[in-house]
């Protein structure tokens, strides 16, 4: 069955530092999204992309943060200077192409740790 | 703007009892609503999705509902098990690209 995996699982990172976070979404889904959980919080939405743009961005994803879907397959989240409250767990997920049935696929997740 | 919330945000039940969670959403133009399940520390199991022309969804011990009406859903486990110990999250869909979480109820079945 197709999923949506994620990488790295872990990432610790020192303040002030960029990370990468990967995402290979299921192979026809056509619609990418980003979420956080911070511990012990809801999960919250980032942002989607679609057509190779941005659709929608929550009040979250400010200058600090860039999406990519640099080949293809992989759909990447950027934070370019990490803060202590970056620290969260970061979801991956993909939907289909019917408009209206959209159900989102997540993958495992990355617990990014920024100390 | 859709807002998410479920009750009771923690239960803790002996072995072998049915149970229901509940989850409401204030806007009922959602296009589908979807239970998941997260142990701790890990990612988010889909359980069960109901778009919005069904009433009801079953998956084994566990059967959903919607009405959207009254912008409530309910997830109902039957016969429970220590295993269904986890923290189990609603997302409602309104076609505003993205899905609004809930903040989850955490399940405690005590063998």
């Known amino acids: 069955e197709p999923e949506v995996t994620q990488t790295p699982s872990h990432q610790v990172t020192q303040m002030g530092q960029e990370v990468i976070l990967r995402c290979v979404p299921i192979?026809?889904?056509?619609?990418f999204y980003w979420y956080r959980q911070i511990l012990g919080q809801k999960v919250e939405f980032l942002v989607s992309?679609?057509?190779?743009?941005?659709?929608?961005k929550s009040e979250i994803f400010d200058d600090q943060f860039s999406v990519e879907r640099p080949d293809g397959s992989n759909f990447t989240l950027k934070i370019r200077s990490t803060k202590l409250e970056d620290s969260a767990m970061y979801f991956c997920?993909?939907?289909?192409?019917?408009?209206?049935?959209?159900?989102?696929?997540f993958g495992p997740g990355t617990r990014l740790t920024v100390l | 703007k859709q807002e998410v919330t479920q009750i009771p945000a923690a239960l803790s039940v002996p072995e072998g009892e049915n149970l229901v969670l509940n989850c409401s959403f204030t806007?009922?133009?959602?296009?589908?609503l979807q239970w998941f399940r997260q142990d701790p520390g890990k990612g988010l199991t889909s359980l069960l999705l109901?778009?919005?022309?069904?009433r009801e969804q079953t998956s084994g011990r566990l059967n959903a509902s919607l009405d959207k009406s009254s912008g409530r859903s309910t997830l109902y486990i039957a016969a429970s098990q220590p295993g269904d110990s986890a923290t189990y999250l609603c997302?409602?869909?309104?076609?505003?690209?993205?899905?609004?979480f809930g903040t989850g109820t955490r399940l405690k079945v005590l063998a």
């Open positions: 992309f679609y057509n190779n743009e941005i659709s929608e």
């Open positions: 109901i778009q919005s022309s069904q």
């Open positions: 997302a409602a869909y309104s076609g505003t690209y993205k899905y609004i």
């Open positions: 806007d009922s133009a959602i296009y589908n």
């Open positions: 192979s026809n889904h056509l619609y």
């Open positions: 997920a993909s939907s289909g192409a019917t408009s209206g049935r959209n159900e989102q696929f």
